[in-house]
């Protein structure tokens, strides 16, 4: 009934906790089993007690009643507390399992999932997977018991009887199944149509502008109305449902019960039953029943949890393919030598390679320059020095070692980088910029961020180099987080610098008294610098021009001003031929 | 007997699946995210969020009076609700004489026959005072299995006396066929009741929940600009999404379980009065109990579980940093400590959460337990007072029935205060943006036509807060057909001019005209549409290439829209994609690039066809070659139109009529660009930093 990957997902990870589901089981089989044993004793009373007028057969069978519920309540919150302990440790672990798996990949791993997925699959998906172990502790394990026992009880006390049970049963299975299995798509389309919904609310919010400027508010009323519209249809026909489902059962279990009095009456009068049974019988049904019930709704959650599972899964069965080194390199002579030699990178499943037989070096104190349109394989070839990708083909040495067998720590102490998306951790400003140097002084800060041409603003906030910065940095401009982003690399002093269209968001005049000041900051460093911008990578010593992931031109400005025709066009778009000539 | 337990289970099955609607989003919400717990996970009745209310009773009527034009139907729910409550709660009754009739039966198969009951009662009472004649009665009766002991034969006199019972009589099934068919009867009548009650209270929810919606998306259009300024957009959509869901759904269970609820409480203490007033007081001994714990227990696990939230939401954020920088991460050397952070805030949440499962788990075990005590006094008391003959079987059975149906919607109406709370919480966030305050109300003047495009500031006075003026006594004319270019530094007020201009913002003073006619005479929507807007951030919705650019102008015929497409270049690339104009522009826009984005946009505009045209120019990096593309056909766009365009590029601004040099709110200069160079002002200093620099270190 469970899905492969939701078995192999419990598998794992319940096995530390099979001694403590053992004693769930044990405790909710003893709470069962006092549950109903209150029935009988509760018949024992009338037959031998209130219909005796034994007065202290019914103190003494009470007293006995008293005493089996404590058994069951102690039962009961002994396995809900063993129970919360597994299901939460589960999780906990799972969510650990899925974290540090996620922490192993390379960038391109993380790519193929997206960043939004692996986080629900680490957080949502984990959460349901969680509450189906916690609902099956608490819950659901009782619910079988429950019916075998009610119905090893029933038969025990009237066999012809127990007949009624299994019509019931039956009945209440298909009804409860039929409306389940009605309801299941209904949530489906449910949860896509609030999808919709949201989206046409955030559409209508975010682009308020757009929508005032063209007038078109009738027709976001109208898109609205009809999102809206279907929604609200949804919703109407699963309350239906719902509606439907509860006065049904209550009805078939109601019915029973009369059965049972009417059939019950029969047996008593022909001396085969006693009167006590019948009010013990009727408790049984009743169990039966609710278990019956509790069991199917319970159910509705296991195939959500499935998919949950095997969206779980996927994440743990993904190995990385950026290995670790078995026997990792721990030191090297060299500083700041990075030698590209006959790299290719094609993506798994895809035809054409991304990048192929590039071959060039970064040298201390020199800057490479790489330029290209969209889509020209730039910021891959960026994640291979940092190893965040591997080459499919080729080889990528850093200080005269390849990456593969460089200490994975010692590789990225030796490299600042400014990724393309300057991302800021929430915290402080001074938080972010000891990203990489954690012990950096206030006076280091302050000098990266006169260099990154970022220390007038950060003055300027109310608590400067304390001043808070939001999750992933909104609170500050896109050309603030960009500045930050170049000072945190600063900080770090690395060798090697890798700048990813890092001045985008620069205006021209920053973005020059940036690149002079960097010039001083990165002396003995080698750079290696991707832009878009033609003024940025002038001062270059060399630049590289990628086109379709080759490299169609190689030299300086001049070089290629005078040569190369990729890269006179390129030039050309940034500045009309007047402008130029200004 | 211990069907109590289940019933204080029965009411979460229902909510299960219902909680389960809102799970399974794909979309990660973190920090404020509530009810990630799936089903069952609200709270420790699986309900509320732990949020209060601010103002709880006037909140809780406006809501009632959303409920206003259901009003019938609410009337025919009560009224529905109360009949199927009463028919219930009547039921245990019929089958206690059921009951009765069977043990009369069984008692009178095996009393002497012949005799009536009052003669076999008297007979019983007199063997058992040893009178005379008593000796030969008491043989009697031994014969047919009856005591000796004068003690207990009273006792048996005294039941005998209270049953319904013919000696030597078995079970008499027509009278017993009688009550059992009655009670089917009511059984199906009531769960009728209960289906059709279900059925319309369900429409009326769905229904005023569609209008709150509608309201609220209706009222987001009479907003001004400036409430979207101050509110993040992700609270906003909040509101609008998690608050209505959430006001539903303690709508949905509020309603149709607080009122069988509170009916089915008062109908059943009535009935259990009337059965028996001893036992009445025993089985309400249980309510204080029964409350204590669920308060003392269910304060306890509230606070855990927001604990719970609290920690859910700081994991999530780790987790969401360490993903969305992942490469930073290891770049920088801090997988290790970010693996620290996560196991410990890991450790946290598993903690607070083991603390809420397991206070929010034991509620129903001891609800039960405490149930199962009073259950276990009823039987002791009501078989002392049977075998007394104080009572009947029957009733003790009616009776234990009626004990167990009253503390479910005890449980019930507990769990509702929390579940209520929340959603008056949620409806009061709703009512918030219902009451926010709204853009002065549209004039009804009109625009000359057709409009030449005339546009003049007229000592205009602006500022977004109080206390920093911004824009102050500006004047500026753009006669028709001219492009003027405004430029400056970040913060100088380029933007702000555009949405004065769109009248998105209304003056402190002064005045702007169109073609002679102040803006503020005429209808929002008359002079918008004959503004066309090209924004910096490519606002784009969910739908085809095709359908965005005919967003431009309702009614464009189809090549008209290729028209448009051509002229902005939108045609070019359009061709290397797969499917061409039907190609979707998702969420994130990831099949069409930043530059390709703002040349629908620009396409949108030109279909559009303004008489004035608002341009921002991008500035951020796009792809070269698609740059210019959009260049040009920002170029083509402007041709014959009034035209303010936010300029970066210094081929836009040198080719402008007017060029104004903003600076902190005012102009600092006006003119082209030959005069602005020669006067050797802010506008040369602002040349000479921004374009002199890099052209000649591109060009040289």
């Given at each position: 009934?469970f899905?492969?990957?939701?078995?192999?997902?419990?598998g794992?990870?319940?096995?530390?906790?099979?001694?403590?589901?053992?004693?769930?089981?044990l405790?909710?089989?003893?709470?069962?089993?006092?549950?109903?044993?209150?029935?009988?004793?509760?018949?024992?009373?009338?037959?031998?007690?209130?219909?005796?007028?034994?007065?202290?057969?019914i103190?003494?069978?009470g007293?006995?009643?008293?005493?089996?519920?404590?058994?069951?309540?102690?039962a009961?919150?002994?396995?809900?507390?063993?129970?919360?302990?597994?299901?939460?440790?589960?999780?906990?672990?799972?969510?650990?399992?899925?974290?540090?798996?996620?922490?192993?990949?390379?960038?391109?791993?993380?790519?193929?999932?997206?960043?939004?997925?692996?986080?629900?699959?680490?957080?949502?998906?984990?959460?349901?997977?969680?509450?189906?172990?916690?609902?099956?502790?608490?819950?659901?394990?009782?619910?079988?018991?429950?019916?075998?026992?009610?119905?090893?009880?029933?038969?025990?006390?009237?066999?012809?009887?127990?007949?009624?049970?299994?019509?019931?049963?039956?009945?209440?299975?298909?009804?409860?199944?039929?409306?389940?299995?009605m309801?299941?798509?209904?949530?489906g389309?449910?949860q896509?149509r609030?999808?919709?919904?949201?989206?046409?609310?955030?559409?209508?919010?975010?682009?308020?502008?757009?929508?005032?400027?063209?007038?078109?508010?009738?027709?976001?009323?109208?898109?609205?109305?009809?999102?809206?519209?279907?929604?609200?249809?949804?919703?109407?026909?699963?309350?239906?449902?719902?509606?439907?489902?509860?006065?049904?059962?209550?009805?078939?279990?109601?019915v029973?019960?009369?059965?049972?009095?009417?059939?019950?009456?029969?047996?008593?009068?022909?001396?085969?039953?006693?009167?006590?049974?019948?009010?013990?019988?009727?408790?049984?049904?009743?169990?039966?029943?609710?278990?019956v019930?509790?069991?199917?709704?319970?159910?509705?959650?296991?195939?959500?949890?499935?998919?949950?599972?095997?969206?779980?899964?996927?994440?743990?069965?993904?190995?990385?393919?950026?290995?670790?080194?078995?026997q990792?390199?721990?030191?090297?002579?060299?500083?700041?030598?990075?030698?590209?030699?006959?790299?290719?990178?094609?993506?798994?499943?895809?035809?054409?390679?991304?990048?192929?037989?590039?071959?060039?070096?970064?040298?201390?104190g020199?800057?490479?320059?790489?330029i290209?349109?969209?889509?020209?394989?730039?910021?891959?070839?960026?994640?291979?020095?940092?190893?965040?990708?591997?080459?499919t083909?080729?080889s990528?040495?850093?200080?005269?070692?390849?990456?593969?067998?460089?200490?994975?720590?010692?590789?990225?102490?030796?490299i600042?980088?400014?990724?393309?998306?300057?991302?800021?951790?929430?915290?402080?400003?001074?938080?972010?910029?000891?990203?990489?140097?954690?012990d950096a002084?206030?006076?280091?800060?302050?000098?990266a961020?006169?260099?990154?041409?970022?220390?007038?603003?950060?003055?300027?906030?109310?608590?400067?180099?304390?001043?808070?910065?939001?999750?992933?940095?909104?609170?500050?401009?896109?050309g603030?987080?960009?500045?930050?982003?170049?000072a945190?690399?600063?900080?770090?002093?690395?060798?090697i610098?890798?700048?990813?269209?890092?001045?985008?968001?620069l205006?021209?005049?920053?973005?020059?008294?940036?690149?002079?000041?960097?010039?001083?900051?990165?002396?003995?460093?080698?750079?290696?610098?991707?832009?878009q911008?033609?003024?940025?990578?002038?001062?270059?010593?060399?630049?590289l021009?990628l086109?379709?992931?080759?490299?169609?031109?190689?030299?300086?400005?001049?070089?290629?001003?005078?040569?190369?025709?990729?890269?006179?066009?390129?030039?050309?778009?940034?500045?009309?031929?007047?402008?130029?000539?200004? | 007997?211990?069907?109590?337990?289940?019933?204080?289970?029965?009411?979460?099955?229902?909510e299960?699946?219902?909680?389960?609607?809102?799970?399974?989003?794909?979309?990660?919400?973190?920090?404020?995210?509530r009810?990630?717990?799936?089903?069952?996970?609200?709270g420790?009745?699986?309900?509320?969020?732990?949020?209060?209310?601010?103002?709880?009773?006037?909140?809780?009527?406006?809501?009632?009076?959303?409920?206003?034009?259901?009003?019938?139907?609410?009337?025919?729910v009560?009224?529905?609700?109360?009949?199927?409550?009463?028919?219930?709660?009547?039921?245990?009754?019929?089958?206690?004489?059921?009951?009765?009739?069977?043990?009369?039966?069984l008692?009178?198969?095996?009393?002497?026959?012949g005799?009536?009951?009052?003669?076999?009662?008297?007979?019983?009472?007199?063997a058992?005072?040893?009178?005379?004649?008593?000796?030969?009665?008491?043989?009697?009766?031994?014969?047919?299995?009856?005591?000796?002991?004068?003690?207990?034969?009273?006792?048996?006199?005294?039941?005998?006396?209270?049953?319904?019972?013919?000696?030597?009589?078995?079970?008499q099934?027509?009278?017993?066929?009688?009550w059992?068919?009655?009670?089917?009867?009511?059984?199906?009548?009531?769960?009728?009741?209960m289906?059709?009650?279900?059925?319309?209270?369900?429409?009326?929810?769905?229904?005023?929940?569609?209008?709150?919606?509608?309201?609220?998306?209706?009222?987001?259009?009479?907003?001004?600009?400036?409430?979207?300024?101050?509110?993040?957009r992700?609270?906003?959509?909040?509101?609008?999404?998690?608050?209505?869901?959430?006001?539903?759904?303690?709508?949905?269970?509020?309603?149709?379980?607080?009122?069988?609820?509170?009916?089915?409480?008062?109908?059943?203490?009535?009935?259990?009065?009337?059965?028996?007033l001893?036992?009445?007081?025993?089985?309400?001994?249980?309510?204080?109990?029964?409350?204590?714990?669920?308060?003392?227990?269910?304060?306890?696990?509230?606070?855990?579980?927001?604990?719970?939230?609290?920690?859910t939401?700081?994991?999530?954020?780790?987790?969401?940093?360490?993903?969305?920088?992942?490469?930073?991460?290891?770049?920088?050397?801090?997988?290790?400590?970010?693996?620290?952070?996560?196991a410990?805030?890991?450790?946290?949440?598993?903690?607070?959460?083991?603390?809420?499962?397991?206070?929010?788990?034991?509620i129903?075990?001891?609800?039960?337990?405490?149930?199962?005590?009073?259950?276990?006094?009823?039987?002791?008391?009501?078989?002392l007072?049977?075998?007394?003959g104080?009572?009947?079987?029957?009733?003790?059975?009616?009776f234990?029935?009626?004990?167990?149906?009253?503390?479910?919607?005890?449980?019930?109406?507990?769990?509702?205060?929390n579940?209520?709370?929340?959603?008056?919480?949620?409806?009061?966030?709703?009512?918030?943006?219902?009451?926010?305050?709204?853009?002065?109300?549209?004039?009804?003047?009109?625009l000359?036509?057709?409009?030449?495009?005339r546009?003049?500031?007229?000592?205009?006075?602006?500022?977004?807060?109080?206390?920093?003026?911004?824009?102050?006594?500006?004047?500026?004319?753009?006669?028709?057909?001219r492009?003027?270019?405004?430029v400056?530094?970040?913060?100088?007020?380029?933007?702000?001019?555009?949405?004065?201009?769109?009248?998105?913002?209304?003056?402190?003073?002064?005045?702007?005209?169109?073609?002679?006619?102040?803006?503020?005479?005429?209808?929002?929507?008359?002079?918008?549409?004959?503004?066309?807007?090209?924004?910096?951030?490519?606002?784009?919705?969910?739908?085809?290439?095709?359908?965005?650019?005919?967003?431009?102008?309702?009614?464009?015929?189809?090549?008209?829209?290729?028209?448009?497409?051509?002229?902005?270049?939108?045609?070019?690339?359009?061709?290397?994609?797969?499917?061409?104009?039907?190609?979707?522009?998702?969420?994130?826009?990831?099949?069409?690039?930043?530059?390709?984005?703002?040349?629908?946009?620009?396409?949108?505009?030109?279909?559009?066809?303004?008489?004035?045209?608002?341009?921002?120019?991008?500035?951020?990096?796009?792809?070269?070659?698609?740059?210019?593309?959009?260049?040009?056909?920002?170029?083509?766009?402007?041709?014959?139109?009034?035209?303010?365009?936010?300029?970066?590029?210094?081929?836009?601004?040198?080719?402008?009529?007017?060029?104004?040099?903003?600076?902190?709110?005012?102009?600092?200069?006006?003119?082209?660009?030959?005069d602005?160079?020669?006067?050797?002002?802010?506008?040369?200093d602002?040349?000479?930093?921004?374009?002199?620099?890099?052209?000649?270190?591109?060009a040289?």
């Amino acid at each position: 009934m469970f899905s492969h990957a939701l078995n192999r997902l419990l598998g794992r990870y319940l096995k530390p906790y099979a001694l403590n589901l053992a004693l769930v089981v044990l405790l909710q089989f003893i709470a069962t089993m006092a549950g109903l044993e209150l029935p009988a004793l509760n018949a024992d009373i009338i037959d031998s007690g209130v219909a005796k007028g034994d007065t202290a057969f019914i103190w003494s069978h009470g007293a006995l009643m008293l005493g089996v519920s404590l058994i069951q309540v102690v039962a009961q919150i002994l396995a809900v507390w063993l129970g919360a302990r597994t299901a939460m440790g589960f999780g906990r672990d799972v969510r650990d399992a899925v974290f540090n798996r996620t922490l192993s990949f390379s960038t391109r791993e993380v790519n193929t999932f997206g960043a939004p997925s692996l986080i629900t699959r680490t957080t949502n998906d984990v959460q349901q997977v969680q509450m189906l172990v916690l609902m099956t502790c608490i819950m659901l394990i009782g619910a079988p018991i429950t019916m075998v026992g009610g119905v090893v009880m029933a038969l025990r006390t009237d066999v012809p009887l127990s007949a009624i049970i299994l019509v019931a049963v039956v009945v209440m299975a298909i009804i409860i199944g039929f409306i389940a299995s009605m309801m299941g798509p209904l949530f489906g389309l449910m949860q896509k149509r609030i999808d919709v919904l949201n989206r046409v609310v955030r559409e209508q919010i975010t682009g308020i502008r757009v929508v005032r400027a063209f007038v078109r508010e009738p027709y976001e009323a109208v898109r609205f109305a009809r999102a809206n519209a279907d929604v609200t249809e949804t919703a109407l026909k699963t309350g239906r449902l719902m509606a439907t489902m509860f006065p049904v059962v209550m009805l078939v279990l109601n019915v029973s019960s009369v059965a049972v009095l009417w059939f019950g009456a029969q047996r008593i009068d022909l001396g085969d039953m006693q009167i006590g049974d019948l009010t013990a019988f009727l408790t049984y049904l009743m169990q039966i029943l609710f278990s019956v019930m509790m069991a199917t709704m319970m159910l509705v959650m296991v195939p959500r949890a499935a998919v949950c599972a095997v969206r779980v899964m996927e994440v743990l069965d993904t190995e990385t393919t950026v290995a670790p080194p078995l026997q990792p390199v721990m030191s090297v002579s060299e500083r700041g030598e990075v030698a590209l030699q006959s790299v290719g990178f094609t993506y798994p499943g895809a035809g054409e390679p991304v990048l192929q037989d590039l071959s060039f070096s970064l040298h201390p104190g020199r800057m490479t320059a790489v330029i290209g349109s969209t889509g020209s394989g730039k910021s891959t070839l960026v994640n291979l020095v940092p190893r965040l990708y591997d080459a499919t083909a080729g080889s990528v040495a850093v200080d005269g070692v390849d990456v593969r067998d460089l200490d994975p720590d010692l590789l990225w102490s030796r490299i600042g980088l400014v990724p393309q998306k300057p991302y800021l951790f929430s915290g402080t400003v001074a938080s972010n910029l000891r990203y990489g140097k954690p012990d950096a002084t206030d006076d280091e800060l302050w000098r990266a961020l006169e260099t990154a041409q970022a220390a007038d603003f950060v003055r300027e906030m109310p608590d400067a180099l304390e001043a808070p910065i939001a999750q992933g940095g909104t609170n500050v401009s896109g050309g603030q987080r960009q500045r930050l982003s170049i000072a945190r690399a600063l900080v770090k002093q690395p060798d090697i610098y890798i700048f990813d269209d890092s001045f985008s968001a620069l205006d021209v005049a920053t973005d020059a008294r940036l690149r002079a000041a960097l010039a001083d900051e990165t002396g003995d460093a080698a750079v290696l610098i991707v832009a878009q911008r033609v003024s940025t990578i002038r001062a270059a010593d060399e630049i590289l021009v990628l086109e379709h992931g080759r490299i169609v031109g190689r030299g300086t400005h001049d070089e290629l001003m005078a040569t190369n025709a990729t890269y006179a066009e390129i030039v050309d778009s940034q500045l009309s031929a007047e402008e130029a000539a200004a | 007997m211990t069907q109590q337990k289940q019933q204080d289970l029965a009411p979460v099955g229902p909510e299960g699946p219902d909680g389960a609607v809102k799970v399974a989003n794909e979309r990660p919400k973190f920090a404020p995210q509530r009810r990630t717990g799936g089903p069952m996970g609200g709270g420790p009745m699986g309900g509320g969020t732990g949020e209060k209310a601010v103002n709880f009773l006037p909140s809780l009527k406006r809501l009632v009076s959303h409920l206003a034009p259901e009003r019938v139907r609410i009337i025919l729910v009560i009224l529905m609700g109360a009949v199927g409550v009463a028919l219930t709660v009547y039921v245990p009754k019929l089958l206690g004489y059921a009951t009765d009739v069977i043990f009369g039966g069984l008692i009178g198969r095996n009393l002497p026959a012949g005799m009536t009951k009052d003669q076999l009662v008297d007979a019983l009472r007199l063997a058992a005072s040893g009178g005379p004649g008593a000796a030969q009665v008491l043989g009697m009766l031994q014969q047919a299995g009856m005591p000796a002991d004068p003690d207990q034969l009273n006792r048996l006199a005294d039941m005998i006396a209270r049953m319904t019972v013919v000696p030597g009589q078995g079970i008499q099934f027509d009278t017993l066929a009688m009550w059992l068919l009655l009670a089917i009867a009511l059984y199906i009548v009531g769960s009728l009741l209960m289906w059709a009650n279900g059925w319309v209270l369900n429409g009326v929810v769905q229904r005023t929940i569609y209008e709150l919606r509608r309201q609220v998306s209706a009222k987001l259009d009479r907003l001004p600009l400036s409430y979207f300024d101050k509110q993040p957009r992700g609270e906003l959509l909040s509101r609008m999404t998690n608050d209505i869901d959430n006001v539903s759904q303690s709508m949905t269970q509020t309603m149709s379980q607080l009122l069988t609820s509170v009916l089915t409480l008062v109908g059943v203490l009535i009935m259990m009065l009337t059965v028996s007033l001893p036992l009445t007081v025993i089985a309400l001994v249980s309510i204080p109990v029964s409350m204590a714990v669920v308060a003392v227990i269910g304060s306890r696990s509230q606070k855990r579980f927001a604990a719970m939230w609290k920690s859910t939401g700081e994991l999530n954020a780790t987790i969401e940093e360490a993903y969305t920088g992942h490469s930073l991460v290891k770049v920088f050397g801090r997988q290790r400590e970010v693996g620290t952070e996560f196991a410990q805030r890991n450790e946290r949440m598993y903690d607070a959460a083991f603390g809420a499962q397991f206070l929010s788990g034991i509620i129903m075990p001891v609800m039960f337990f405490i149930g199962n005590l009073s259950y276990v006094l009823v039987a002791v008391v009501g078989g002392l007072r049977v075998a007394s003959g104080q009572m009947n079987l029957g009733d003790v059975q009616a009776f234990i029935q009626y004990s167990r149906m009253f503390t479910q919607p005890l449980t019930q109406v507990a769990s509702m205060a929390n579940l209520l709370q929340s959603g008056i919480a949620s409806a009061e966030r709703v009512f918030e943006v219902l009451d926010a305050a709204e853009r002065t109300p549209d004039a009804q003047g009109s625009l000359p036509v057709p409009t030449a495009g005339r546009v003049a500031f007229e000592n205009v006075d602006f500022s977004y807060s109080a206390d920093k003026p911004l824009i102050t006594g500006m004047n500026l004319v753009a006669e028709p057909g001219r492009t003027v270019a405004i430029v400056g530094p970040t913060g100088a007020g380029k933007t702000t001019l555009v949405n004065l201009l769109m009248r998105f913002y209304e003056l402190d003073g002064g005045r702007i005209t169109l073609d002679g006619v102040d803006i503020t005479s005429v209808p929002r929507a008359d002079l918008r549409s004959s503004v066309g807007m090209v924004l910096q951030d490519t606002w784009l919705f969910h739908g085809t290439i095709h359908d965005n650019i005919a967003y431009g102008r309702p009614g464009a015929s189809e090549d008209e829209i290729m028209a448009a497409a051509k002229a902005t270049y939108v045609d070019r690339f359009v061709h290397s994609l797969p499917d061409g104009y039907d190609t979707v522009i998702d969420e994130e826009g990831s099949n069409v690039s930043a530059g390709e984005k703002q040349l629908i946009t620009i396409a949108r505009a030109f279909l559009a066809d303004p008489q004035i045209l608002v341009l921002d120019e991008a500035t951020s990096s796009v792809d070269t070659r698609t740059e210019v593309l959009v260049q040009r056909a920002m170029a083509a766009l402007r041709r014959d139109r009034t035209s303010f365009v936010i300029a970066h590029r210094l081929s836009t601004i040198r080719d402008a009529d007017v060029i104004l040099v903003m600076e902190q709110g005012r102009i600092v200069e006006q003119g082209n660009h030959h005069d602005l160079l020669v006067r050797q002002g802010h506008y040369y200093d602002l040349y000479q930093s921004q374009f002199a620099a890099a052209i000649e270190e591109v060009a040289a």
